[in-house]
């Protein structure tokens, strides 16, 4: 969708939205003085009425907010999407600009190579006017569709001890290098709010390399795997794998096929040094942060939904499950599903523990606290025994 008609639609729906809670406001207000009407009425006809007596005022009842709360939830929820699409914006401004950077390199390095070829008689004769501007007189693009890349990648998972307390942790590591292996682009990123095991991590780190060769618009690449069992998985000659480690290898397959030229290399440990310090850093990196927060500083976590770095003491963990989510996301996620009828359960992905109560409290406003209550209670009917009325509020 263009990006001027996002922001219109956008724009509407928040004109809509408060439109709407104009004149849901002028409803009330409406509602009000005619209650307040009906009860002056019916105090004047009462015989025992004294003209000094004060007539009863009529305050609307507040009970249900779940209207109100809905709508403050829609305002949230544009404002966050909008928020996401200027910073897609932003990525993607960044990212046109480290391709153009990336296909100016590659000019340069092929118009070097052209230059050493020139043989020195012929320099001496027209050395001068040798030259080749960028984007004039070349296809930069050809140049860079006909480089071939090397991926290198590394998945780690290593059990740190920490305070006295062993713990399993894991990062990944990317770096792709021309042909000269002169670096091109590294990444590296701790794996957090799961248990993962090595070939995980591993498959992992490679969807990770080959996402960022597509974005960087890199169409030929060389994968350079270490790891026997994941080379034989991606050149189809392994055995069929099951569960989630089968679900990434497809993913891996989806991904090669993008590529115009897309070749596996096995290779020893040592030849991924790049990955291999990338991913080990990524780790240490994690390290670093609880031992800090044993120091007395604070102990960071990544928000898997929203994806901001955020204090631990701000993670809501889920019981049962112990995925971790900031407060913000998981109060958005948890009204959200309360307000549409259903009982909150984790947001992660194939995950069927439900939300306690208690452990809520204090991510809701007392409101929302009681729509809760009152959903466990109704989910506690059987359903053959629910009656509903045919009027509510």
Known sequence: ???????????????????????????????????????????????????????????????????????????????????????????????????????????????????????????????????????????????????????????????????????????????????????????????????????????????EGLNTALTLGLNRVTIFCHDNSLYQCVTGKGQQRQGKVATLLDQVTLLQRKFTYCNPSFVAQKDIKFAFKLAKDAIVSQVNWTAESGRGKNLIDTCVICLEDTDVARMFSVDGCLHRYCFSCMKQHVEMKLLQGMLPKCPHEGCKSVLQIESCKKLLTSEIYDIMSQRIKEASIPATEKVYCPYPR
């Open 1 to 207: 969708m263009n990006p001027d008609d996002l922001r219109h639609i956008l724009s509407e729906q928040r004109r809509e939205l408060t439109a709407a809670k104009a004149v849901e406001s002028d409803l009330d207000f409406a509602f009000q003085l005619q209650m307040q009407e009906a009860m002056n009425a019916s105090v004047s006809l009462r015989p025992s009425a004294s003209s000094s007596s004060s007539t009863p005022q009529f305050h609307l009842q507040d009970d249900d907010v779940s209207g109100s709360s809905f709508a403050h939830l829609i305002a949230e929820e544009i404002a966050r999407f909008e928020q996401e699409h200027s910073d897609r914006e932003r990525v993607e401004a960044e990212m046109k600009r480290m391709r153009h950077d990336l296909d100016r390199r590659i000019h340069d390095e092929i118009f070097a190579r052209d230059i050493i070829g020139v043989p020195e008689e012929e320099w001496r004769k027209t050395g001068e006017h040798f030259q080749r501007p960028y984007g004039e007189g070349s296809s930069t693009a050809a140049a860079a569709n006909a480089e071939t890349f090397r991926l290198y990648f590394k998945g780690l998972v290593s059990e740190e001890t920490v305070g006295g307390v062993k713990k399993r942790l894991a990062g990944i590591g990317v770096a792709i290098c021309d042909l000269r292996d002169d670096l091109v682009f590294e990444l590296r990123k701790p794996l957090v709010g799961c248990e993962t095991s090595s070939e995980v991590a591993e498959a992992k780190a490679l969807i």
